[in-house]
């Protein structure tokens, strides 16, 4: 699980056991333990579990799990709000006639908590509501110890970066679908002129397009927060009548980055079909889909499968898999390879085994380019959605069913692993900007290219064609 290391060297945390773990005996009333791991509990008991004292600082792993879970039943900032008031009420933090031992032994320990929150789900402070409570929080903490008061401003001041950083990667990416958008429309005005450009005018070589299909990859993974996995799927808790979790994130997307993410993977699918159905001369074709081909070998070969699948999913959508002379030009053997790697047979059996060995390579990594792994990231919204349908949030006495939790966070903390690789690969402007804004287009544009390069082959090929030449103006469109 996610650790965040203690201010070591800043703050004397006393020699307190950051991974005390409380039994059912010794915890607030209402926790519920097997073979001495919790299993369920009140929420209520589980946010006093969550809040350090003066001897106890909860498990790392429960830190992670809670705040990770806790959006199902309780908004952040409402959570924050009661974390505040039993910090406050436990320890008497706002009571000028508290003994200062005291309050510099817990100190530390909620200034530790605040930090593992504010790094690990950042983006819940985008929320101005966290921010008060924060605040008021830290300045009950910081108020006339000078080393507490520099320890709040650096959690501080890296709260703010993260957000900083966040905001900017979103106008990038605004920036960038634009000029996708402006080049769509040119391509429109000047549909040959785009026949002169493209991916392998760029780029002929596939390990180098790879490696930029796995910077852009690691990019987008890296922004993406924790908890948008169960945002993602947060639904209305039956124990509220009033209020839909839903709402929680309503100034802002609740999973915009995760959604980016998957859009992503939607364009480059997109774009490989689009770069093999605009060139007129069969032979070109069959040469971009051996490049493709190759490309998808570097990437599985990178530990990229989120690349690898987006392009064999381009190459089999209907408008290239009908072409049967361009077929019939290309070697297809490392292709039925790659097709059977990631084969959806057996809930994608062959592609698991593959994602295990990578996951093995890159805890045993000499180097940072065996660190990789990007897994192929439908499926692990899909594992992650069944895993939240598959089990209920609460137990028939109404307690939160941690068992659950537990598996959602082993699930979501893989992920945590994998986005943390920097990657190692040279960047190259000039590829990255086509990959990230050459034209794509839609499914109609894609049969419409498709069949003036082979034309119909049955009535049914023949009524669709005629009825995209007759709307040709306005199907073409961005993905």
């Not at 939607?266 to 060139?279: D, F, G, H, K």
């Not at 003036?452 to 306005?474: A, C, H, Q, Y």
Request: charged residues 25%; glycine residues 4%.
């Amino acid at each position: 699980m996610p650790q965040t290391p203690p201010f070591t060297g800043q703050l004397n945390t006393g020699g307190y056991n950051k991974n005390l773990y409380q039994s059912k005996e010794e915890g607030y009333p209402g926790l519920f333990y097997h073979d001495n791991n919790l299993v369920s509990g009140s929420l209520e008991a589980l946010i006093h579990h969550l809040v350090p004292t003066v001897d106890y600082y909860p498990d790392r792993t429960y830190i992670f799990t809670f705040l990770l879970s806790s959006r199902l039943f309780i908004h952040p900032y409402e959570l924050m709000s009661k974390v505040c008031h039993l910090c406050m009420e436990q320890q008497r933090l706002g009571d000028p006639q508290a003994d200062k031992m005291r309050v510099r032994k817990i100190a530390p320990k909620i200034l530790q908590l605040l930090t593992e929150w504010t790094e690990t789900f950042a983006y819940d402070f985008r929320d101005e509501r966290m921010m008060r409570s924060l605040k008021e929080l830290t300045h009950r903490l910081a108020n006339g110890d000078e080393v507490y008061r520099k320890a709040v401003g650096q959690m501080s001041q890296g709260l703010i970066r993260r957000l900083t950083v966040l905001s900017q990667y979103e106008e990038a990416l605004v920036k960038i679908n634009a000029t996708a958008s402006e080049r769509l429309t040119a391509l429109k005005a000047k549909p040959q002129a785009a026949i002169q450009r493209d991916m392998l005018s760029i780029c002929n070589d596939p390990f180098t397009v790879a490696q930029q299909l796995t910077h852009i990859e690691l990019e987008r993974l890296s922004y993406i927060g924790p908890e948008e996995f169960v945002q993602a799927f947060v639904q209305k808790d039956p124990l509220d009548n009033d209020r839909v979790t839903s709402s929680c994130f309503s100034d802002h997307k609740k999973a915009s980055n995760l959604e980016a993410y998957v859009e992503w993977f939607n364009r480059l699918s997109y774009l490989v079909a689009t770069e093999i159905c605009m060139p007129v001369k069969k032979k070109h074709r069959a040469r971009v889909i051996e490049f493709f081909i190759d490309v998808a070998r570097e990437c599985f070969n990178i530990g990229n499968f989120n690349s690898l699948m987006a392009i064999i999913s381009g190459m089999n959508m209907s408008p290239v898999s009908r072409l049967k002379k361009t077929w019939s030009k290309v070697k297809t053997a490392k292709f039925d390879i790659l097709e059977h790697q990631m084969d959806p047979s057996s809930n994608f059996y062959n592609y698991r085994t593959a994602l295990r060995g990578a996951t093995q390579r890159s805890i045993t990594a000499n180097s940072s380019r065996e660190k990789i792994v990007i897994p192929f990231f439908s499926l692990l919204i899909k594992d992650i959605y069944f895993l939240n349908e598959g089990c209920a949030n609460r137990l028939q006495n109404g307690h939160v069913n941690f068992e659950k939790f537990w598996e959602l966070a082993k699930q979501v903390s893989k992920f945590m692993t994998w986005k943390k690789v920097e990657c190692p690969f040279e960047k190259d402007r000039k590829i990255l900007q086509y990959l990230l804004t050459a034209p794509a287009f839609t499914e109609d544009a894609l049969y419409l290219a498709s069949y003036e390069s082979e034309g119909p082959e049955n009535n049914m090929e023949k009524d669709r064609w005629k009825s995209l030449s007759i709307t040709r103006s306005s199907i073409i469109d961005t993905n």
